[in-house]
């Protein structure tokens, strides 16, 4: 190996081990922080090892609605995102490429556009219809920006759909929906497994549109910074730790599922051909 490859294979390990720290040592102090004794999340300076934020979290009723209403939301929101992105896609990639590029314009718009704008235009539209802010709006409102992302990550996975499949069921008989169902849907399961998973992400998270539409209810989000004003306590943090204890989980038990689903397939498929 030359001095330069080794020195580029220096710079980017260097990189490497700055991108992992820069990326979770907010997640380690948050983490740290949450068995402080301090009334305020800081490591610093450490008073002392203590559970007792995991006992006000259990006690904060607020913060456990602020969640239920954040995880309602996210799950009306997966239901009407899934299926309008997927069938978006669907339009997109169908299309010529001119008239493709329009259409993928217009539709990309929404992410473009500041969270603050569809929070407070959503709110003026439909209180001239007369419907006040709540769950319903902030289902609207976080939908018209959350569907980009279904929309690109089922168009990408459509990129590499092999169309003589298609083509080749249909010529076999089969209806258009039953290619949908039977030939599309499949192949398209982990894209819209990971878009809803992210959908669910973008919800919860979400802040800027949230706050406009959400009349008298109250996300977590929105919760949360009101906490920062009147006083943020390390019970937020004793949240935090259990719902990345819970992703984590998540994605290492779905990563096991899909392995063993993988090598259960290839094993199938050599004894079939053996």
């Known amino acids: 190996m030359s001095a330069a490859d080794r020195i580029m294979k220096g710079l980017f390990g260097v990189y490497f081990v700055a991108f ?16 402080n004794t301090s009334r305020f999340p800081t490591v610093t300076p450490w008073q002392g090892t203590t559970l007792e934020w995991f006992n006000a ?26 299926p309008i ?26 992410l473009l556009t500041p969270g603050v704008v569809i929070g407070i235009s959503t709110l003026v539209l439909w ?9 319903f709006l902030i289902v609207l409102a976080q939908s018209s920006f959350i569907i980009c992302y279904i929309m690109l990550m089922v168009a990408a996975r459509l ?4 169309r003589t499949q298609e083509e080749a069921a249909l010529g ?17 399961k982990p894209a819209l497994f990971a878009a809803g998973f992210l959908a669910v992400l973008q919800s919860i998270e979400n802040y800027n549109t949230t ?32 719902m990345v204890a819970v992703t984590i989980v998540g994605a290492v038990t779905y990563e096991v599922a899909r392995r063993r689903s993988v090598a259960r397939r290839a094993n199938i498929e050599e004894e079939q051909r053996g």
């Not at 008989?173 to 290619?179: H, L, N, P, T």
């Open 127 to 135: 209180r001239q219809l007369g419907v006040g802010g709540g769950v």
């Open 159 to 162: 990129q590499r759909f092999d």
């Open 172 to 188: 076999l008989g089969a209806s258009k929906f039953m290619v949908f169902r039977r030939v599309i849907l499949p192949f398209l």
């Open 85 to 110: 992105g997927t069938a978006a896609a669907l339009v997109l990639t169908s299309l010529h490429a001119r008239a493709r590029s329009f259409l993928y314009a217009v539709m990309v718009s929404p």
């Open 20 to 35: 992992f720290v820069y990326l979770f040592a907010p997640l380690a102090i948050m983490a740290a922080a949450t068995f």
């Open 211 to 242: 706050l406009f539409v959400r009349g008298f209810d109250t996300p977590l989000t929105v919760y949360i910074a009101t906490k920062v004003r009147t006083g943020l306590t390390p019970a937020v943090n004793a949240l935090a730790l259990i």
């Open 57 to 82: 979290l259990a006690a904060d009723r607020g913060m456990w609605d602020a969640l239920w209403t954040s995880i309602v939301v996210a799950f009306f929101v997966v239901l009407v995102v899934l």
